[in-house]
């Protein structure tokens, strides 16, 4: 990943790369490396996530076409 420094604006320079880290999700992955978890807490956490996003959808769908 490259980023140029433009005018001698290094701050901005960095503030573009970490943008682009956050958005390649470098981040998350390492917030998940930090800590061993095992194969059945991250299997719990995938399926919570997976059930508040089919939710979140039925909400949406339910506000938008009201069923």
Request: no cysteine.
């Amino acid at each position: 990943m490259k980023v140029e420094v433009r005018n001698n604006n290094v701050d901005k320079a960095i503030q573009i790369m970490k943008k682009k880290l956050e958005q390649d999700g470098l981040f998350d992955k390492l917030r998940e490396l930090e800590f061993y978890e095992s194969r059945g807490t991250k299997r719990r956490r995938n399926e919570a996530a997976a059930i508040r996003r089919q939710q979140r959808e039925l909400k949406k769908r339910k506000d938008e076409f009201g069923y």
